[in-house]
C-alpha cells in the first residue's frame, strides 16, 4: 500500500468487534474512532465512563463503553467477565492504554505505576479475553509501545517494582520494552494456532496528555518544542491502525511512524532495540507476569523459562 497509508486504506469493519484500551482521548480515541467510521463495533474500554461516554458521543458508528481501571487487577478481572458477558467474539484487542513519567507510585496491588499500568495490566486483559479471539481467523491483538522502549530501558528482574531506587525515564522504559517482550512471545505461542496473531505499534511524538507527568523540568521545553516535533494524535493513531487492519500485517511486526528518528509521519513497518527481540528474556518476563498477575494462558503451548525470575510486589 506504499508508505503513505492512511484511515483511508482501513478495509471495511463491519462485522468485527474491537476492543480499545484507554479510547477516551489521545491515540485511543483516533483508533476508536476511525474503526468505528469503517463499520467496526467498538468498545472503549475506559477507567472513567463518564468521559467514554462523552467519547462515544463524538463518534460514529456503534461504539459502546466499559470501565476499566488497569491499575486494579480486580478492575482487570471485572471488565473480562463483563465484556464475555456482552461479546461472543473479539477481532481487534488494541492494548493502547498507558502512563508515563509519573511520579513513584504504586497500583492497587502494588506494581510500580508505569509497569503495573502498561504490562501487567494489558497482559492480564489480553490473558483473560483470548479465547474469545482464538477461534477468529484474521484476529489481532495490539499492543502500543514507544520509543521509549530504548531509553535506559531493561526488565530489571531483581527489583521489577522500583522498590531499591526509582527513575521515571527509566520505569517507563521498561514498561514499553516489556510490551514489546510480550507481544513478540504472544506471537511465538500464538503461531502454531494459526488463527489469531499479535504485533505492537508506537506512535512517534504525538501531542497527547501522555505528558501530563512528566518532571517540570521537562514539561516546559515540551511545550515549546511540540508544535515543532510532535504530530496530531490521529497521526499518532495510524500504526495502531495499520497493525490492526492492513491485511499484508504480520504477526510480530512493529509498525511506527515513517518519518525521520521515527518521530512521525505516516505508518511502516520499524524494527525494535536488539534487547526486546531476547527469546530468553521474553520467556523470562512472561513468566514472572503469570506469577505476578495470576493469570495464565493455559489454552497456548506452555513454554519455559531458562531461569527463575523474581520480581516483587506488596500486595497479590
Do not use: C
Not at 526486546?276 to 495470576?294: D, H, I, N
Request: net charge positive.
Amino acid at each position: 500500500m506504499g508508505e503513505k497509508w492512511t484511515t483511508a486504506n482501513i478495509p471495511d469493519q463491519r462485522g468485527r468487534v474491537a476492543v480499545v484500551t484507554g479510547a477516551n482521548t489521545g491515540l485511543g480515541f483516533e483508533t476508536a474512532k476511525a474503526l468505528a467510521e469503517r463499520g467496526a463495533s467498538v468498545v472503549l474500554a475506559v477507567r472513567d465512563v463518564e468521559k467514554g461516554e462523552q467519547a462515544a458521543a463524538r463518534m460514529t458508528g456503534d461504539v459502546t463503553v466499559q470501565q476499566l481501571d488497569l491499575t486494579s487487577l480486580d478492575s482487570v478481572r471485572s471488565a473480562a467477565a463483563a465484556l464475555r458477558s456482552r461479546l461472543d467474539r473479539i477481532d481487534l484487542l488494541i492494548n493502547n492504554a498507558g502512563v508515563m513519567y509519573t511520579p513513584k507510585r504504586v497500583t492497587r496491588d502494588g506494581f510500580e505505576m508505569q509497569f503495573g499500568t502498561n504490562h501487567l495490566g494489558h497482559f492480564a486483559l489480553t490473558g483473560l479475553l483470548l479465547d474469545l479471539m482464538l477461534p477468529l481467523p484474521g484476529s489481532r491483538v495490539v499492543t502500543v509501545s514507544s520509543t521509549g522502549h530504548r531509553i535506559r530501558a531493561a526488565i530489571h528482574f531483581d527489583d521489577l517494582q522500583w522498590e531499591r531506587s526509582y527513575s521515571r525515564a527509566a520505569a517507563y522504559g521498561q514498561s514499553k520494552l516489556a510490551n514489546l517482550m510480550f507481544t513478540y512471545e504472544l506471537q511465538r505461542r500464538l503461531a502454531t494456532r494459526g488463527t489469531t496473531v499479535a504485533l505492537a505499534a508506537h506512535p512517534g511524538m504525538s501531542s497527547t496528555e501522555l505528558t501530563r507527568n512528566s518532571p517540570a523540568a521537562l514539561r516546559l521545553p515540551l511545550t515549546w518544542l511540540a508544535p515543532l516535533i510532535t504530530q496530531t494524535p490521529a497521526m499518532g493513531a495510524l500504526p495502531t491502525l495499520r497493525a490492526a487492519t492492513d491485511p499484508a500485517a504480520l504477526g510480530g511486526q512493529y509498525y511506527g511512524p515513517g518519518g525521520r528518528f521515527e518521530i512521525e509521519g505516516h505508518p511502516r513497518l520499524v524494527t525494535s532495540s536488539p534487547q526486546s527481540y531476547e527469546a530468553t528474556l521474553q520467556q523470562r518476563l512472561w513468566f514472572v507476569s503469570e506469577s505476578l498477575t495470576g493469570v495464565g494462558f493455559p489454552i497456548l503451548q506452555s513454554r519455559q523459562p531458562h531461569s527463575s525470575p523474581t520480581g516483587s510486589a506488596t500486595t497479590m
